[in-house]
């Protein structure tokens, strides 16, 4: 599940004046949240990985010119996901505009798969099969907030949309999910848990 680094506005009032060690603090804890985000875009590792790295030289380089920003975290997922999506469309000519959707899969993990429980493995058969049915903008959402941990006003700034959008997304989503459930009925926190376990890869 997504972290924030501890007191991560001293960090990075400590990066911003050389430190490298806050900066190298900042690239360990989020290094890891950003690339699983970014491979819900595309299966091409390298991209992804480069485009963290890019992130991360531009920092630095501009370390004297930035701004404290209210969130570190949502500061880097927006950023990275700037980045991302030019590289992206630059390999994709059919995408044409920052507003566009890019697709944005989830899959269960080998340890998730491996349910004891023939139940709760129909459900998260079905929780696969029907997720796929949301739209890229929906899914994005709905990991942000889940698995990430954003709130809607951080999830309107990485996505670049109004932060009702980016309500509407979520419960959107989930109701369209839970609309189509037909098995036997989960209460809110047993769909938040099995969405985390979902979107963890």
């Known amino acids: 599940m997504g972290v924030t680094l501890p007191d991560e506005t001293s960090v990075w009032k400590q990066f911003k004046q050389g430190d490298s060690g806050a900066y190298e603090a900042i690239y360990q804890c989020y290094y890891d949240q950003l ?18 790295q ?7 380089k501009n370390k004297n010119r930035l701004t404290t920003p209210p969130s570190v975290k949502n500061y880097l997922y927006k950023s990275f996901r700037t980045t991302l999506f030019k590289q ?23 340890e998730t798969q491996r349910i004891q429980s023939e139940q709760q493995a129909e459900l998260h058969a079905w929780l696969q099969k029907a997720i796929k049915d949301l739209s890229a903008h929906q899914r994005e959402a ?23 959008s980016a309500y509407d997304l979520v419960h959107k ?29």
């Open 35 to 52: 690339y699983n985000y970014g491979r819900k875009f595309t299966a091409d590792c390298c991209l992804v990985e480069d485009c963290i």
């Open 142 to 164: 709905i990991f942000l907030k889940f698995y990430d941990q954003l709130s809607y006003q951080e999830i309107s700034e990485v996505m670049q949309i109004e932060m009702r």
């Open 88 to 110: 992206l469309r630059q390999t994709n000519r059919s995408v044409h505009n920052q507003y566009e959707a890019l697709p944005f899969t989830v899959s269960l993990s080998a």
């Open 173 to 201: 989503g989930l109701a369209r999910l839970r609309k189509r459930h037909t098995l036997e009925p989960l209460p809110l926190i047993s769909w938040m848990l099995l969405l985390i376990a979902v979107l963890s890869v």
């Open 54 to 60: 890019q992130l991360f030289v531009n920092l630095w």
